[in-house]
């Protein structure tokens, strides 16, 4: 991450970061050379991460708006496809805001997520690749998607639509590591059929007490999920975000999560990032925006955190029989 203002790279030992060795002798360290090295970094890592033992479908979810869902759901999957990994987005909020971060086309009309829940089409014929690497795929959402629940209703195993659709065979044909299925604020039919369509649940938590709240709710109904939908669905990961060192709150918040979910929280936090914010607006995710700010480089360490994660890899989807897409290797790097 950027060294805080009057800082120099010497003057601290946090790994990952650009010291004044990086750059020949003859050249004096700047914060812009440091940063244009940082973003050189990230658009072309070093290595690449290892595949996962066994696809990874994770929903992302949490009723409370505003605690960055579709800003993680899209930074991480920007993260490790920069890093070699096939990922698709699955964007379920009828606000397609998801669709836009990836720079995917969601007008109405648009073949769409809403096809897909209706069975109208198939997941393949509903992808489209990002602008911002052929490694990251989107299902975009339309605003159709707003009406989908109460179509829904009525409908036949109306909480399994998406599973359904996310068969092997398909996600197969994409050739895909990992599938990220973006939330709406709700929990509604179209969280449930994330939650049964997922084995793993992402959640990101805000660093502020409001946050804490409605996580009791999202516990209880993914508890409701396990027991009567989807045995194998777990909460793997938490993400906290919107972290402000300035502030008291938000270390007690922190410290509040590390001690109640413990080894699910990754131990990357996201900052307050004004670039994090800007980025949506130009139609990119802040990795492409501005490759070399503190959001970005939190975002590809939280990426990397989660795909390097053995007891993740072979948590959920090894119970649920996915097929393992010609992975071939797996990894014994823990957290």
């Known amino acids: 991450m950027p060294c805080a203002t009057g800082v120099s790279p010497e003057a601290t ?25 940082r973003a050189t970094r990230v658009k072309h890592p070093a290595a690449r991460l290892p595949r996962p033992v066994r696809r990874r479908v994770l929903a992302v979810a949490n009723q409370k708006g505003g605690v960055g869902k579709t800003t993680s759901t899209v930074n991480l999957a920007a993260g490790l496809a920069l890093q070699g990994l096939r990922t698709l987005v699955i964007d379920l909020d009828p606000q397609g805001n998801a669709s836009t971060a990836l720079g995917i086309e969601h007008r109405a009309g648009t073949p769409s997520a809403y096809e897909v829940l209706l069975g109208e089409i198939g997941v393949v014929d509903a992808v489209a690749v990002s602008p911002q690497s052929s490694n990251l795929l989107c299902i975009p959402a339309t605003i159709d998607l707003a009406g989908s629940e109460i179509e829904l209703v009525s409908m036949v195993a109306r909480e399994s639509r998406l599973s359904r659709s996310l068969s ?48 009791g709710q999202l516990l209880r109904n993914i508890e409701l999920v396990q027991a009567h939908l989807n ?58 925006y501005d490759p070399g700010s503190r959001g970005a480089l939190s975002y590809l360490d939280a990426a990397r955190e989660i795909a390097l994660d053995r007891g993740n890899l072979d948590r959920g989807n090894l119970d649920r029989g996915y097929p393992d897409a010609g992975h071939s290797g797996t990894s014994e790097v823990s957290r």
């Open 13 to 37: 030992g946090a790994p990952g970061r650009v010291s004044a060795s990086t750059f020949p002798s003859e050249v004096a360290w700047t914060p812009i050379a440091e940063e244009a090295e």
């Open 168 to 215: 092997g065979v398909a996600l197969d044909e994409l050739g895909v590591d990992y599938v990220f299925i973006d939330c709406p604020p709700s929990l509604g039919l179209l969280t449930v059929n994330a939650l049964v369509a997922a084995p793993e649940v992402l959640i990101p938590i805000q660093c502020e007490y409001y946050a804490l709240e409605g996580l």
């Open 231 to 288: 045995p194998a669905l777990t909460v793997s990961t938490i993400l906290l975000t919107m972290y402000d060192g300035r502030t008291k709150l938000a270390d007690q918040v922190t410290a509040e999560v590390r001690k109640h979910f413990g080894d699910q929280v990754l131990r990357t936090v996201i900052p307050r990032s004004v670039k994090v914010s800007e980025a949506p607006g130009f139609g990119q995710t802040v990795l492409a």
